[in-house]
T-cell receptor, first 111, second 114 residues
Framework: TQLLEQSPQFLSIQEGENLTVYCNSS?????LQWYRQEPGEGPVLLVTVVTGGEVKKLKRLTFQFGDARKDSSLHITAAQPGDTGLYLC???????????FGKGTKLSVIP | NAGVTQTPKFQVLKTGQSMTLQCAQDMNHNSMYWYRQDPGMGLRLIYYSASEGTTDKGEVPNGYNVSRLNKREFSLRLESAAPSQTSVYFC?????????????FGPGTRLTVL
């Protein structure tokens, strides 16, 4: 079974601060996705990364896939209250259509 | 477009009761999925349907059955509910199974089994 460990589990920061959350595994993934989930709703896809070393930017969010395709990070610049939510990473293993989800990082941005 | 809809939103069952969770999508997607989300466990795949007429087991299929009724609808049935099945259940759909095919999630069904 492939496992994805996310850290930190909880993060509470002030508006305007920068933050990074991590998604790590001992397994290689053919692709990795990041989702944001708000209370009472389903996850919403933010980005998919497929190439080792790939960096993608989505406004103030920067996503990086590790060179060995075993880890990923999400960096948020100048966090805003609207960034509050549960951030989930999910990996697709080689030869598998199934996504393995991490347990998530719960982010609170305080105005 | 409504996207992915799920009914009911909330349900309380007694141990041993049965029920069916309904899911429908209006995006003409080929693939559909059922996940459960438990505190401290993340989302885990129960069953998926790559296309109309096919279903396959995911990571945690025991105690569940599914039916891909048509291209739009994918239902999840609990034949004899157990307290361990207390969870939030999410249905999702995607155009296909390729890594670049985005999965769109419904709002979830919150199930409590007493």
């Amino acid at each position: 079974t492939q496992l994805l460990e996310q850290s930190p589990q909880f993060l509470s920061i002030q508006e305007g601060e920068n933050l990074t959350v991590y998604c790590n595994s001992s397994s290689v993934f053919s692709s990795l996705q990041w989702y944001r989930q708000e209370p009472g709703e389903g996850p919403v896809l933010l980005v998919t990364v497929v190439t080792g070393g790939e960096v993608k930017k989505l406004k103030r969010l920067t996503f990086q896939f590790g060179d060995a395709r075993k880890d990923s990070s999400l960096h948020i610049t100048a966090a805003q209250p609207g960034d509050t939510g549960l951030y989930l990473c999910a990996g697709e293993g080689a030869g598998s259509y199934q996504l393995t989800f991490g347990k998530g990082t719960k982010l609170s941005v305080i105005p | 477009n409504a996207g992915v809809t799920q009914t009911p939103k909330f349900q309380v069952l007694k141990t041993g009761q049965s029920m069916t969770l309904q899911c429908a999508q209006d995006m003409n997607h080929n693939s559909m999925y059922w996940y459960r989300q438990d505190p401290g466990m993340g989302l885990r795949l129960i069953y998926y349907s790559a296309s109309e007429g096919t279903t396959d087991k995911g990571e945690v299929p025991n105690g569940y059955n599914v039916s891909r009724l048509n291209k739009r609808e994918f239902s999840l049935r609990l034949e004899s509910a157990a307290p361990s099945q207390t969870s939030v259940y999410f249905c999702a759909s995607s155009d296909g199974l390729a890594r670049t095919d985005t999965q769109y999630f419904g709002p979830g069904t919150r199930l409590t089994v007493l």
